[in-house]
């Protein structure tokens, strides 16, 4: 009898993990979270500096890179060790799509342990405001960017609200206290690009302020946020759209000329600010500011592409891949209100085609995503809009 129970037991053991495997098995597998990962161990893999948190700018490492946009002829001269500010925050907003898409615990953790720990040694308490940086504080004292720390302040909102932990919070609200140091009246408001050279305001810094206002008036329900929010929207509206495609110049100097470069992430942001206005406001004007962006985005911003078994499609053309990272928020925000898919869909038949395309042997990405011309030198930042991208394509249908 003993003997029969035993084996009664072990035949429905058996059954049980036969039917747990065929479930487990049979549970779909979402290839852009995998893809995010794995490109996010390779980031890690090849361009981490010891065991100091922060990261190296380029693969293979060149102590001499220098970036273009420094205002200190002085520190652009300096070997650098280390990454530079705006690539380091990369992997910011590319860890907290990562939890935010896959609920693992573990990007939690990897974000506390290291990105932040890594962030830290750039922050600044040498002057007032307090904000972060172009380079770490060791170094001699170096530009602070005002969209830098616009970029870093909506990170931080975004995991406060994921998690609901108030330093993160706090922290959102003194990067939000520097940025809006860097607005005046001359040209009838906006915010400036840079605190040691006040020569311009920029779509790159009004723009993403206004999703930051906004997005702090979401986790505050202070309505201060939410005007100053509006009226940076409204500024960079009036100074900088091209009122013949609803897209969005670079910048306008203190002498009123205007920089009429177009750059993806400049119109991504905007889109994203009106899709945002439109869901506080319910006014449909926000929502058609967003859809029109979005309708000369894609125009502007993909060119007609054959592959080579004669498929075509709209592909995105060369250019600085995190810009295009940070164009897909605004696409993502305006899906979310009107379920077009049309856009989406373009950005995961390009993704598709770069995984094939345009990564290494090593799991790197190029700045064509084409393919077609491969880059000596990859940047970190390519990489970690990568992982952002394919981390935010993981959570739409």
């Not at 990454?83 to 907290?96: E, M």
């Not at 060791?138 to 830098?148: C, N």
């Not at 790159?204 to 939410?226: H, M, R």
């Not at 700045?367 to 970690?384: M, P, V």
Request: aromatic letters at 16%; glycine letters at 4%; charged letters at 25%.
């Amino acid at each position: 009898m003993l003997k029969h129970t035993i084996k009664c037991l072990f035949l429905v053991s058996l059954a049980f993990f036969a039917v747990s495997c065929r479930q487990e098995a049979a549970k779909p597998t979402n290839v852009n979270l995998e893809r995010a990962q794995a490109t996010l161990d390779s980031l890690y893999s090849h361009y981490s500096a010891d065991n100091t948190g922060l990261l190296r700018e380029t693969y293979p490492f060149n102590d001499r890179y220098s970036a273009t946009y420094l205002a200190s002829a002085e520190q652009a001269n300096v070997p650098n060790a280390y990454s530079y500010l705006w690539p380091f925050s990369g992997t910011f907003s590319a860890v907290n799509v990562l939890l935010e898409t896959s609920g693992d615990n573990k990007y939690k953790d990897l974000l506390d342990s290291k990105v932040l720990t890594g962030l830290e040694k750039y922050f600044d308490t040498t002057r007032t405001p307090y904000a972060y940086s172009s380079y770490i504080s060791d170094a001699p004292r170096s530009d602070r960017f005002y969209d830098d720390n616009v970029w870093l302040g909506i990170d931080f909102t975004d995991i406060y609200m994921l998690t609901k932990e108030e330093a993160y919070l706090k922290k959102a609200k003194l990067i939000w206290d520097f940025v809006i140091s860097g607005s005046d009246d001359k040209l009838g408001g906006g915010i400036y690009w840079c605190e040691q050279k006040k020569e311009s305001k920029n779509t790159c810094s009004n723009a993403p302020g206004a999703v930051f206002a906004f997005k702090l008036f979401k986790a505050t329900n202070d309505s201060t946020y939410f005007f100053q929010g509006k009226n940076l929207y409204q500024w960079t509206k009036e100074h900088l759209q091209d009122s013949t495609d609803y897209l969005y110049f670079d910048n306008v100097k203190l002498n009123g000329s205007v920089g009429k470069e177009k750059y993806a992430y400049n119109s991504g942001q905007m889109m994203q600010a009106a899709a945002l206005l439109y869901n506080l406001t319910n006014d449909k004007q926000y929502l058609e500011d967003a859809q029109n962006i979005a309708r000369s985005a894609y125009s502007y911003f993909f060119e007609d592409f054959k592959d080579e078994k004669g498929e075509q499609f709209k592909l995105l053309k060369k250019g600085d891949v995190w810009f295009t990272a940070v164009m897909l928020r605004g696409f993502t925000e305006l899906y979310e209100i009107d379920k077009n898919p049309l856009y989406l869909n373009a950005f995961k038949k390009n993704l598709d085609y770069a995984w094939n395309h345009s990564r290494d042997e090593k799991g790197l990405f190029n700045k064509d995503l084409s393919g077609r011309t491969k880059d000596e030198s990859k940047w970190l930042l390519t990489q970690a809009a990568m992982v952002e991208m394919y981390a935010r394509l993981a959570t739409t249908k």
